[in-house]
């Protein structure tokens, strides 16, 4: 295995664990906003490094310089390979991006220490590949989100539940994944529950239920940042994906096709905008499963293009909603709120990311829409126009939103509403990354379509499957291209 | 020796870079909060509509000076993976050229026309980032030589078109019709992406070539089969059904007249009403080879012509009736398409064939300039009518059609409701799927608050507690 140039990964892991314990001996919030923003900063320098170092070495997978946690563990705990590279910058640029729009009317309530730890865990679960450590990464990342319910006062039985299910499944299923060995097929002993956990994570019907109750109760901040990088996605490739058969894949994802349609419809009838964000973000990741679930190298690469394109937009989309938020509380949808006048580059970064993750033309989300389309057509041929579907619907219910939040009588304040410095590089960040990133797709489409090629090999070697036709006779895509 | 593939290729990209460099100035100058004055933003438009102009023309000319009737701009795969490619094609031919120089001519035209009459309206700016986005939309529509290029113009249109519907944003009215053009204008896209990944399947890219055939427009010979003809084809007349207003989603013509005039005149009187009838002379190569989609573009034509006619009798304001107008006209067109294929299928009789094509996209031509006029005339409506007045001494002369005369007084308030509530297709259109869909989500919302009611031990929702903020007198209207 090839090796990067310097400890990229284990830097960008240990800045912010550390950062997290020094954030959290400080008194003052608004102190402890501008170290988290520093140190987040600095893990996104190092992770935005690690995603280069690695692109310029040209390897499928790396390992870190040094082998500092082979020294420490006796085995490299960190590896990254074409799926998760790009994956640990976004992670990290969204966590950076949150922090630097926190308004000082929301520090008290976000705790900055605990959003330090959990980027720490979800830095440190896309570079892991060894299935124990993806489940104890998985399963600690439950934790902040927990305490911060605890000491909010608001109820945890819903998150609690879904979450000890989650994790029991998960363990229990490689447990017997492991027992059974190496063997071609594995039993539905342990393929059931490893996908129902993944299920459950993901947010498919019917097992949706806690992440809009997590959207209720939790921050904003934290809700967001706990749902947008799609762990789930990333257990389902790591656990699922090599040892389940075809047919439970492609039922599975006929289930989240179903949800995908469903969470689009349910977004159009909510009345509050957390609510309405969190079934539009459950839709996109469920497009994202239907993807991975198709096993096909288009299907494997349009959903590995939506999912880094509904991270990067419905963050976006998210911060935007907090933004409003963090000015007039929670926002209701069921009349029009006039908000445009006080906050037009806040309406038009609503609209372009909003329009992102439905994959407009223009913007990052397109092509990898377009591929998803594409994919599940093939792959269902009677069903697959569902994801045309529910892109229809997330569409309205953008739109709708959009009318709901900006148009109508001018909001009456008393105080200036403008945008902040904070926000305002935040909002443009994302805008470009969303526009470069449309209008020049192809080295992104290049590289998830390699590690979409790169997940379906690995499956056909641990599987033992004879290599479908099409991937076989493709020629191997350059790492250049 | 003179390079005029390279003259072409510079004066092609110049028609398609003028429209995407408006939409930069204006688009980024507002996204990073520094808008640009009146005046730059004029001069901005005005440089950039007349500098497209002015390289269609030209291409135009050397067109038919060369005697030149297809020209094909490949930009190169936009996206290379292997078993997908998405190719930036555009095409200058006898259909593209006419249809670009109308948008410019016409969006010049409003620029202009719009740079007087919105002169210090608080959205200024915002109406010209709408309009800007539109005009590179229907070029890109227009030229588009791939099934994918053309529905990235198709869909700026739809996003352009709802926002400036809703432009006055302040009132409701403006907003609710604005979202429910955006939602016909989705169901439109949603066909047309469908029908884009049909052709996909089955030629292995997008290109127009690949399917309708290699042949210059109206010569092209589609190489699919008749039952792949149809299915392409009928997805592709739900699209044109949905972006020109076509019976039963012509409900949302009339709506956007609550915009502002300039943006009706030119995008819902004279082009963007016209790009489902631009679709289907486009792709006619593929209605010639199924009867039965031929015969559905006819029926679907005369029934909007039929209803339009019907219901713009009675429009009791002047857009909506010049509305109405324009959705007979479009229905007209529609017709002419389908029968034009018929008459091609039936008979084989090519040239006839080619001939009413081009007599087709001449009305196309002939109606979008008129409706323009009558839209910018709109506003001084009464004027006009004073003047015609005192030139003839009188007041105008108010007769019954001949129809109005043959049906019996006891059906006249019947048909006249009728009418007025434009056929019911909105309310059939509400009650029958878009209710119905609402209501189960309703109570799939209900079964999930008590599910999770229920798992939590309490009131699970904080959300419903929340107080809608009081609304102004003039929103509950």
Redesign the interface.
């Given at each position: 295995m090839r090796e990067l140039h310097f400890p990229w990964i284990e830097v960008a892991i240990l800045i912010p664990l550390i950062g997290a314990i020094l954030v959290g001996r400080l008194r003052d919030p608004d102190v402890a906003r501008k170290w988290s923003v520093a140190i987040s900063g600095l893990a996104l320098f190092c992770a935005v490094g690690e995603w280069l170092d690695f692109d310029f070495i040209g390897a499928s997978e790396a390992e870190d310089h040094w082998h500092l946690m082979t020294r420490l563990c006796g085995r490299e705990l960190f590896v990254i390979d074409e799926l998760s590279a790009p994956l640990i910058p976004l992670v990290s640029l969204l966590y950076f991006l949150t922090m630097t729009a926190t308004l000082r009317t929301k520090i008290r309530r976000f705790s900055f220490a605990w959003t330090l730890i959990s980027e720490t865990l979800v830095l440190a679960l896309f570079s892991c590949q060894i299935p124990w450590g993806v489940i104890g990464l998985l399963a600690a990342g439950t934790i902040p989100p927990y305490l911060e319910l605890r000491a909010r006062g608001k109820?945890t039985?819903?998150y609690l539940?879904h979450m000890a299910l989650f994790i029991g499944l998960m363990i229990l299923g490689w447990a017997f994944a492991e027992n059974e060995g190496n063997q071609q097929v594995h039993t539905l002993w342990a393929i059931v529950p490893l996908l129902t956990a993944v299920l459950i994570r993901s947010g498919i019907a019917p097992f949706h239920?806690w992440m809009?109750?997590l959207f209720?109760?939790a921050t904003f901040g934290t809700a967001l940042l706990f749902a947008t990088p799609i762990a789930g996605a990333y257990a389902a490739v790591r656990l699922v994906l090599p040892i389940a058969p075809d047919w439970v894949l492609q039922s599975i994802g006929l289930l989240s096709l179903l949800t995908a349609v469903?969470a689009a419809?349910?977004a159009?009838?909510q009345?509050?905008a957390?609510?309405f964000f969190c079934y539009l973000f459950l839709s996109h990741s469920a497009l994202v499963l239907v993807g991975l679930e198709m096993v096909t190298?288009?299907g494997l690469?349009g959903a590995l293009c939506v999912w880094l394109s509904s991270c990067l937009a419905l963050s976006g989309f998210g911060l935007t909603l907090r933004a409003l938020e963090s000015r007039c509380g929670?926002l209701?949808l069921?009349?029009?709120?006039?908000h445009?006048?006080h906050t037009?580059?806040l309406a038009?970064?609503f609209v372009?990311t909003g329009?992102a993750s439905v994959g407009?033309?223009?913007t990052f989300g397109?092509?990898g829409t377009?591929?998803l389309?594409?994919g599940a057509?093939?792959a269902y041929p009677h069903v697959g126009?569902a994801v045309?579907?529910a892109?229809?619907l997330n569409?309205?219910a953008v739109?709708?939103t959009y009318?709901r939040l900006?148009?109508?009588?001018?909001?009456v304040s008393s105080v200036s509403l403008q945008?902040r410095e904070g926000e305002?590089y935040s909002v443009?960040g994302l805008?470009a990354l969303i526009l470069i990133g449309g209008l020049c797709?192809?080295p992104n489409?290049?590289s998830r379509?390699h590690a979409a090629h790169e997940l379906l090999n690995k499956r056909q070697s641990l599987s033992g499957d004879v290599r479908p036709a099409?991937v076989e006779h493709?020629?191997p895509?350059p790492m250049t291209e | 020796m003179f390079d005029h593939e390279l003259l072409f290729k510079a004066l092609g990209l110049t028609v398609v870079c003028a429209p995407l460099c408006m939409v930069l100035i204006l688009g980024l100058s507002s996204l990073v909060g520094r808008p640009l004055r009146e005046r730059t933003i004029s001069r901005t438009v005005q440089t950039a509509v007349s500098g497209g102009l002015l390289a269609a023309l030209i291409i135009l000319a050397l067109m038919l000076s060369q005697g030149t009737r297809h020209v094909a701009i490949q930009l190169g795969s936009w996206v290379h993976i292997p078993h997908y490619h998405f190719q930036i094609a555009f095409v200058f031919d006898r259909l593209s050229v006419p249809f670009v120089i109308l948008t410019f001519l016409l969006c010049g035209t409003i620029g202009a026309f719009a740079n007087k009459y919105m002169h210090r309206e608080q959205g200024f700016n915002r109406f010209f980032v709408f309009y800007s986005l539109f005009v590179l939309g229907m070029i890109v529509t227009s030229l588009a030589g791939t099934i994918e290029t053309l529905f990235a113009g198709w869909e700026l249109v739809g996003l352009s078109s709802a926002l400036l519907v809703a432009y006055y944003h302040e009132r409701p009215a403006p907003v609710r019709n604005g979202l429910r053009v955006w939602c016909v204008y989705r169901v439109s896209d949603a066909a047309l992406l469908v029908a884009s990944v049909v052709m996909h399947h089955l030629t292995g890219e997008g290109q127009f070539d690949q399917f309708l055939g290699a042949g210059a427009w109206p010569e092209g010979v589609a190489s699919a089969t008749e039952h792949q003809a149809f299915v392409v084809g009928l997805l592709l007349l739900v699209a044109a059904m949905g972006k020109s207003a076509l019976v039963p989603f012509s409900g949302w013509l009339p709506r956007a007249m609550e915009g502002p005039t300039p943006s009706s005149a030119v995008f819902y009187g004279a082009l963007s009403v016209h790009l489902g009838a631009f679709l289907l002379l486009r792709a006619s190569p593929i209605l010639d080879l199924s009867p039965w989609l031929c015969a559905a573009v006819v029926l679907e034509g005369l029934l909007t012509a039929v209803f339009a006619s019907f219901a713009g009798r009675v429009q009791t304001d002047i857009k909506s009736a010049l509305s109405f107008a324009s959705m007979t006209q479009v229905g007209i067109i529609v017709a002419e398409i389908g029968l034009t294929s018929l008459v091609i299928h039936w008979t084989g009789w090519l040239t006839l064939g080619y001939v009413l094509r081009y007599l087709t996209l001449i009305h196309i031509l002939g109606h979008g300039c008129l409706r323009t006029m009558q839209f910018l005339r709109a506003p001084t409506l009464l004027l006009d009518y004073r003047t015609l007045e005192n030139a003839i001494g009188s007041s105008l002369p108010q007769s019954e059609g001949a129809l109005e005369r043959r049906i019996p007084a006891r059906l006249h308030v019947w048909f006249y409701r009728l009418a007025l509530e434009r056929g019911y297709l909105d309310v059939c259109l509400d009650n029958f799927f878009v209710r119905p869909f609402l209501k189960t989500l309703q109570g799939c919302d209900a079964l999930e608050r008590r599910w999770t009611d229920f798992l939590s031990g309490s009131q699970s929702r904080e959300s419903e507690q929340l107080k809608p903020t009081p609304e102004p007198l003039e929103n509950l209207l």
């Open positions: 109820p039985r819903v539940f239920c809009t109750d209720e109760h469903y419809g349910m159009l009838i009345r509050e957390r609510r190298p288009i690469t929670r209701s069921t009349n029009f709120q006039g445009y006048e037009p580059n038009m970064c372009l329009l407009f033309p223009g397109f092509v377009e591929l389309v594409d057509v093939e126009v045309v579907l892109a229809a569409g309205i739109v709708q009318f900006f148009t109508g009588t001018r909001y945008i305002r443009l805008a797709p192809q489409i290049a379509h099409e493709e020629s895509v | -």
